[in-house]
């Protein structure tokens, strides 16, 4: 099952009829706001009261639930999650899609970003929580690669928030690039593609995006192009590392060209 082949019908076999028409009133009340779309996400608030946060999960095509009410708590599936799923249903568009949300923001300013960065640290704690975040070392970000990996293997870690994880941890390659440190961002963006690929070889299936696979090569590729003081060797092993992969040597990814110039400037 995928988010948009949920129909009324599934939803009605999901809860009582009179949870159904009293998630039916909230959405025509307008009651589910923020909602979010991710490929394996949705997410709102559900207003009744108080504001509960509510998000449905697809996994191995099964939903799950999650929900602070009472109700939820309980065992039965609410009439809050059921509003989100029919919210949903009704009008997909109003969803905020992650996608289109990274599109969106690569089109702004630095200074425009700024500003909606201190917005967000103003209305929403979790982001001063991200904000506070202490710099980590090249070992410990490593590390932390490390830990999602086993975390997937465990299978105790959706797809889904994983990559949300590798996506902080790109963003700290990025900050380390930022300040000159541009051998470790190299480092931590191979590490990450290596990883990724590893996994996916492993259990046999595509877990990730297109999307952050590619940006993490381009990323890649690109600080090896900007390191005036690349150590080449060390690269040239990475380079015979990626293409031990499947996904290169099926030509997901082409390294033929960095690979001549390095030889080039050897």
């Known amino acids: 099952m995928r988010f948009d082949e949920l129909h009324s019908h599934t939803l009605e076999r999901l809860g009582t009829p009179e949870a159904n028409a009293r998630a039916q009133e909230l959405v025509r009340d307008r009651q589910v706001l923020y909602p979010y779309h991710s490929p394996e996400r949705l997410h709102a608030v559900v207003m009744e009261e108080e504001p509960f946060p509510v998000e449905v999960r697809l996994r191995d095509e099964q939903l799950s639930f999650e929900c602070q009410c009472p109700t939820f ?96 941890t790109q963003a700290q390659a990025d900050r380390l690039a930022q300040s000159g440190r541009l051998s470790e961002a190299r480092s931590i963006y191979f590490y990450l593609l290596d990883n990724i690929l590893a996994l996916e070889e492993r259990l046999g299936q595509a877990l990730f995006s297109p999307d952050l696979k590619g940006e993490l090569f381009e990323e890649y590729v690109q600080f090896i192009h900007e390191d005036r003081q690349l150590e080449k060797e060390l690269v040239q092993q990475e380079l015979e590392q990626l293409e031990s992969r499947a996904a290169i040597s099926q030509g997901e990814f082409d390294l033929r060209e960095i690979k001549q110039e390095l030889l080039g400037a050897a």
């Open 73 to 168: 708590a309980a065992g039965e599936n609410c009439h809050h999650i059921l509003a989100l799923l029919h919210a949903w249903v009704q009008q997909p568009q109003k969803f905020l899609h992650q996608a289109d949300l990274r599109e969106r923001l690569k089109k702004y300013s630095k200074k425009d970003l700024v500003d909606i960065i201190l917005e967000l640290a103003a209305k929403v704690p979790e982001t001063r929580a991200v904000l506070k975040e202490e710099e980590l070392e090249l070992e410990e970000i490593l590390e932390s690669v490390d830990a999602v990996v086993e975390e997937v293997l465990e299978d105790s870690l959706e797809i889904s928030e994983a990559e949300e994880r590798f996506r902080r």
